[in-house]
């Protein structure tokens, strides 16, 4: 039996090793709690945020402490998804500091108690959403850190009412039309290269930069000319702002200010008249560009721009009028920075390599006939505006076979000019046909030839979205009864109570209250079509895509359509205008009540922009703007009509 004096030392023995137990237990339990939640934020994003709860005389670090060979930094690592995209870094808020002696007096960035990251998510699906990822920290007292651990992050959102998910496809297709701005000016500069104005500056000024400075000179002019030429387009922006050159594309009188500048610029290129600007302008540049040095080279390409106006004022005007009518803020200097860098390509080249410049062709009467070919073009795309103002006040004096007609005439007179069987008195245009010629000749008379059956009705898709809607014509005017084996469907209702027919011989509504209410009475889902008359894009939607049978047939027996026009100017009744409370502005007519509808539910005011909603409005699929595959278009309908069953 143990004496008293062993017992008492085998208990202290005991205790001491209990007590290490014991603490070794407390360091080994994690100190750091997470929890994750996900709430909806601003702008339809959802925001995940992950608390962390730390226990007294612990702390985490921040995601932005970089001691090297110290402890290591919060890192938040989330799985890519189909359901979200992650945008930008996780927010943490302010962490507190301290000075390390350990590790050579750097600062040490930690949290204690409690703290709350949160990172930002944009939903690609109305649906529920899984966010995945995981978390790796060090937990860290002031005389120990333990090893880093790992959080594993799995949370899924379920929406209480439609969030309305990222659409992608607006984004492609505005940077889609920013792409085809810049094209357009970099060809409208090509073109402009071939004028009398400018083709006969380019062996003088080059001339005078192999004999005075060379290739560097000659950069730093071909960049003024850039420099000019988009300060010309940021001008447009900012002085018209986004939104003014969003309304343009559908303001009436704002298109056939348009047409009638489209005409003076083809009269122009005609040789009736020149486009000049104040000589004073000229000649307080021309002083300038004798000052010498990089200023007096910035104004010599200030004097350029200014001198060749007669000829590139027309190609610039155009340019920026179908800037601006893109309703994009970069568009009018992505145009002109396209136009200018195609000004300047042979200043540079022909600086760097000036034996080139024997090789130029000289000038003669093909410089003219390049002036009269653009006017032709300009031509043509005048009716285009003239088409527009039409359209959005249902004038009805320039239908779909009457626009066909104009331009038969129009592209008819092309090709016999190019034949050298139409002259113009300014430019005498008597040479023999050239190989171009005859060959340019056979493409426009062939586009000639195939522009006649669409008097009568012809699809001619490829001048899609130019031309008139397909039901916009003179002849059987009434919309068209099709067999949908629907005996209720919409076909009298829309007749009778709608001046404006459907695309595609369709049945659709073009009031939503009136379109829900039969979605619930056949109890079919719904497309709403966000449209307008002067849309380019929606006309080749409705021409190209919906026009084939596997789309046609979906949206003729499967949906309710609903088409709103955004910009149909007819008045509303007094007692239904009203003051938007999304952009604080009195909506007065029709148009203006289905544009704040969709700026205010969908957060967009794009067109085309298609929504398949259910009987109650809510959102089934996410929303698409301009797509021309068909397949793909085909598909987006048809997850509509799964998910509403």
Same mark, same amino acid.
């Given at each position: ?268 290129? =005609?040789? /009736? !008249?020149?486009?000049? $600007?104040?000589?004073?302008?000229? *000649?307080? &540049?021309?002083?300038?560009?004798? #000052? ?57 080249? =022909?600086? /760097? !390599?000036?034996?080139? $410049?024997?090789?130029?062709?000289? *000038?003669? &009467?093909?410089?003219?006939?390049? #002036? ?274």
């Amino acid at each position: 039996m143990l004496s008293t004096g062993k017992r008492m030392i085998l208990f202290s023995m005991l205790f001491v090793c209990l007590s290490f137990v014991k603490g070794f237990g407390q360091i080994q339990e994690n100190p750091v709690r997470w929890e994750t939640s996900i709430e909806e934020g601003k702008r339809d994003t959802l925001l995940v945020s992950l608390k962390a709860t730390i226990k007294d005389g612990w702390h985490i670090n921040s995601q932005f402490n970089a001691i090297k060979e110290g402890p290591l930094p919060t890192v938040f690592k989330f799985e890519k998804s189909q359901q979200y995209t992650v945008v930008d870094k996780v927010v943490e808020p302010k962490p507190l500091s301290k000075v390390e002696k350990a590790y050579d007096n750097k600062k040490l960035y930690y949290f204690e108690h409690e703290v709350e990251f949160v990172q930002k998510i944009i939903p690609k699906t109305t649906d529920s959403i899984t966010v995945k990822g995981a978390v790796t920290y060090m937990s860290c007292s002031d005389t120990m850190c333990l090893p880093p651990e790992t959080e594993d992050i799995a949370i899924t959102y379920k929406p209480q009412h439609a969030i309305n998910a990222v659409n992608l496809s607006s984004t492609s297709e505005e940077n889609t039309n920013i792409g085809w701005v810049f094209l357009g000016g970099l060809l409208g500069g090509f073109l402009a290269l071939l004028t009398p104005c400018v083709f006969s500056m380019i062996p003088l000024t080059v001339s005078y930069f192999t004999k005075n400075g060379g290739i560097k000179k000659a950069i730093t002019y071909a960049a003024s000319i850039i420099v000019i030429y988009v300060a010309l387009g940021l001008i447009i922006t900012l002085t018209l702002g986004p939104d003014a050159l969003n309304a343009f594309a559908s303001n009436g009188i704002v298109n056939l200010i348009f047409f009638l500048i489209f005409v003076v610029f083809a009269l122009s290129f =005609f040789g /009736a !008249f020149e486009i000049t $600007l104040p000589n004073s302008w000229l *000649s307080k &540049s021309d002083k300038m560009s004798d #000052k010498g040095g990089y200023i007096g080279i910035f104004f010599m390409a200030f004097t350029l721009a200014l001198v060749s106006f007669s000829c590139t004022g027309p190609i610039i005007g155009s340019l920026l009028v179908q800037a601006a009518i893109s309703g994009s803020i970069v568009s009018p200097a992505a145009g002109m920075f396209g136009f200018a860098l195609a000004l300047s390509i042979p200043f540079m080249l =022909f600086a /760097a !390599f000036p034996s080139m $410049l024997k090789k130029l062709p000289k *000038s003669g &009467s093909w410089l003219g006939k390049v #002036k009269v070919i653009l006017g032709f073009l300009e031509l043509a795309l005048a009716m285009k505006f003239l088409s527009t103002f039409d359209l959005v006040y249902q004038l009805g004096f320039l239908k779909r076979e009457v626009f066909i007609a104009v331009w038969i005439v129009i592209f008819t007179l092309f090709g016999f000019y190019m034949l050298g069987k139409l002259n113009f008195a300014e430019y005498e245009n008597k040479v023999k046909t050239s190989i171009s010629g005859f060959i340019s000749s056979i493409v426009i008379f062939s586009f000639v030839v195939y522009l006649i059956p669409g008097l009568w009705g012809a699809p001619v898709k490829l001048a899609s979205g130019f031309l008139p809607p397909s039901f916009y014509k003179e002849w059987n005017q009434n919309t068209q009864v099709l067999d949908t084996g629907i005996s209720n469907h919409s076909n009298t209702a829309t007749a009778d109570t709608h001046s404006q027919p459907c695309p595609q011989n369709l049945n659709c509504f073009h009031d939503y209250n009136e379109g829900v209410a039969y979605a619930k009475k056949i109890n079919k889902p719904i497309l709403l079509d966000f449209t307008g008359w002067s849309c380019v894009n929606c006309r080749k939607m409705e021409d190209n895509v919906w026009s084939d049978p596997m789309v046609w047939d979906k949206l003729n027996n499967n949906y309710v359509l609903i088409s709103l026009y955004v910009d149909d100017t007819t008045p509303l009744p007094k007692d239904e205008q009203f003051v938007s409370r999304t952009t604080g502005k009195k909506i007065k007519t029709i148009g203006n009540k289905w544009s704040d509808f969709q700026t205010t539910k969908f957060k967009t005011n794009s067109q085309p922009y298609y929504v398949v909603v259910d009987t109650n409005g809510d959102m089934l699929h996410q929303p698409i703007a301009y797509e021309p595959n068909v397949k793909k278009y085909a598909e987006f309908l048809q997850v509509g009509i799964n998910k509403f069953k």
